[in-house]
């Protein structure tokens, strides 16, 4: 027996090929740092890895599309940039990012996506990965469960993806839309608690025979039972809810500040 462990598909050549029929174009790595800010940052490896196509190493096509996100005229934009980006998924993310609270992506913290250039339909597509910290697990500070859906990035920094996407009517509205959505669906008590309480069920015996498992910032078998329901702290406070608590303050604080939006149309 050698414990519990994740089995994660790589975002690799073969992702891309399986997604979307191709792994000719580029696809880049994009971590911390990577704000898509017009400055010559798509330039640095250390910040846009390059995992495809690495001895041409052609950023052309990257330039581009930074360059349509930070320059074109706020008239011109959403028909610019549907020219070289892949809106309607993005905001259909979006809206998960912010409910499931994923503050280490690209809207909050700049950080941990992938963008593919799909050479098939001339489009960069945007790609989430890594989303450990979510469902109210916090390092900074901020209490996710309660922050404003409407006013999800960090404004205090540049993000103009997500930025200028929003900025948009009809894509704000359509950032609404599929949080209406996933409130009604995916995002609810209804449907998380049978999945959180199946996996429950399935992994507490391996939890509780695993001598790996309390290395991981001391928790116990107990402090994985209590997490579902409980808040329990940890060695830096970074779980301030169980993990049903924070569906059901999501839930709520997001179907309140959408029904305020509502009745000031």
């Given at each position: 027996?050698m414990?519990i462990?994740?089995?994660?598909?790589?975002?690799?050549?073969?992702f891309?090929?399986a997604?979307?029929?191709?792994e000719?174009?580029?696809?880049?790595k994009?971590?911390w740092?990577a704000?898509?800010?017009?400055?010559?940052?798509?330039?640095?490896d250390?910040?846009?890895?390059?995992?495809?196509?690495?001895?041409?190493?052609d950023r052309?096509?990257?330039?581009?599309?930074?360059?349509?996100?930070?320059?074109t005229?706020?008239?011109?934009f959403?028909?610019?940039?549907?020219?070289?980006?892949?809106?309607?998924?993005?905001i259909r993310?979006?809206?998960?990012?912010?409910?499931i609270?994923?503050?280490?992506?690209?809207?909050y913290?700049?950080?941990?996506?992938?963008?593919?250039?799909?050479?098939?339909?001339?489009?960069?597509?945007?790609?989430?990965y890594?989303?450990?910290n979510?469902f109210?697990?916090?390092?900074?500070?901020?209490?996710?469960g309660?922050?404003?859906?409407?006013?999800?990035?960090?404004?205090d920094?540049?993000r103009?993806?997500?930025?200028?996407?929003?900025s948009?009517?009809?894509?704000?509205?359509?950032?609404?839309?599929?949080?209406r959505n996933?409130l009604?669906?995916?995002?609810?008590?209804?449907?998380?608690?049978?999945?959180?309480?199946?996996?429950?069920?399935m992994?507490s015996?391996a939890i509780?025979?695993d001598?790996?498992?309390?290395?991981?910032?001391?928790?116990?078998?107990?402090d994985?039972?209590d997490?579902?329901?409980?808040a329990?702290g940890?060695?830096?406070?970074?779980?301030?809810?169980?993990?049903?608590?924070?569906v059901t303050?999501?839930s709520?604080?997001?179907t309140?500040?959408?029904?305020?939006?509502?009745?000031?149309?």
């Amino acid at each position: 027996y050698m414990g519990i462990y994740l089995n994660v598909e790589q975002l690799d050549d073969e992702f891309v090929k399986a997604r979307f029929g191709n792994e000719d174009g580029n696809l880049y790595k994009c971590g911390w740092g990577a704000t898509l800010e017009d400055n010559g940052q798509i330039y640095d490896d250390g910040i846009y890895e390059i995992k495809t196509n690495e001895d041409e190493n052609d950023r052309s096509i990257l330039a581009h599309f930074v360059d349509v996100l930070n320059n074109t005229s706020d008239e011109n934009f959403q028909e610019e940039i549907e020219k070289v980006f892949d809106v309607q998924p993005f905001i259909r993310y979006l809206a998960v990012e912010t409910l499931i609270g994923h503050w280490d992506g690209y809207s909050y913290n700049q950080n941990n996506f992938y963008l593919y250039e799909n050479p098939d339909d001339g489009l960069v597509k945007f790609m989430p990965y890594d989303v450990d910290n979510t469902f109210g697990l916090d390092w900074l500070g901020e209490d996710w469960g309660t922050r404003d859906v409407l006013n999800w990035p960090n404004y205090d920094q540049p993000r103009p993806l997500t930025k200028r996407i929003l900025s948009i009517d009809s894509y704000y509205h359509q950032y609404m839309l599929e949080l209406r959505n996933l409130l009604d669906t995916y995002f609810s008590e209804s449907a998380l608690f049978r999945k959180m309480d199946a996996l429950k069920d399935m992994l507490s015996d391996a939890i509780s025979r695993d001598t790996y498992f309390p290395l991981t910032f001391g928790f116990t078998h107990q402090d994985f039972l209590d997490s579902y329901d409980l808040a329990i702290g940890g060695e830096y406070n970074q779980l301030p809810y169980g993990l049903k608590p924070y569906v059901t303050t999501r839930s709520e604080t997001a179907t309140e500040i959408l029904g305020i939006e509502d009745s000031l149309k």
